[in-house]
């Protein structure tokens, strides 16, 4: 049996939650604004290790760090075509979970790509879903253009 491709393999979409993660006051959390560059995702996957072995969940470090790459370069891309200079990484622990939320500038719903086979780009929502107890966005509550895109990264 083959296995199916872009256009016929069935898609979760990326939906719109009003509810995200929101840890006590008291849970840690962290906050990192990130020029809208090529090298912010590579800055913000460092970023991330270090605040994850502080907070001792290291053990979690290689689901985060692939999910803020992909959220992170989803977002710097979106705000830059905006004209918008900058991104918002956070980080949240709560319960022994690790929120990502990650803040662009472009008001744009985010769907996963129609990609083909031979597609190198396009995956990176697919990826976030697999990689993540769940995920979702929801729009920028300061009244500017934007939205949220978060996730909470699945246990290793």
Not at 37 to 52: D, H, M, S, V, Y
Not at 73 to 102: W, Y
Request: aromatic share 6%; hydrophobic share 40%.
């Amino acid at each position: 049996m083959n296995a199916p491709t872009g256009t016929t393999a069935e898609r979760r979409s990326v939906h719109r939650d009003p509810y995200p993660p929101e840890p006590p006051s008291r849970s840690p959390r962290a906050v990192l604004e990130l020029g809208a560059l090529p090298t912010a995702p590579g800055c913000a996957r460092a970023w991330t290790r270090e605040i994850l072995r502080e907070w001792s969940m290291a053990g979690r470090s290689g689901a985060a760090e692939l999910i803020v790459s992909e959220l992170t370069t989803n977002a710097m891309l979106a705000s830059h075509r905006e004209g918008r200079l900058f991104i918002r990484l956070i980080l949240t622990l709560d319960q022994g979970e690790v929120a990502i939320l990650v803040r662009d500038f472009c008001a744009a719903i985010p769907q996963p790509a129609n990609v083909g086979a031979d597609d190198e780009n396009g995956r990176g929502l697919l990826l976030v879903q697999a990689m993540s107890d769940r995920s979702g966005w929801y729009p920028a509550e300061d009244g500017t253009p934007g939205k949220v895109v978060w996730a909470v990264a699945r246990s290793e």
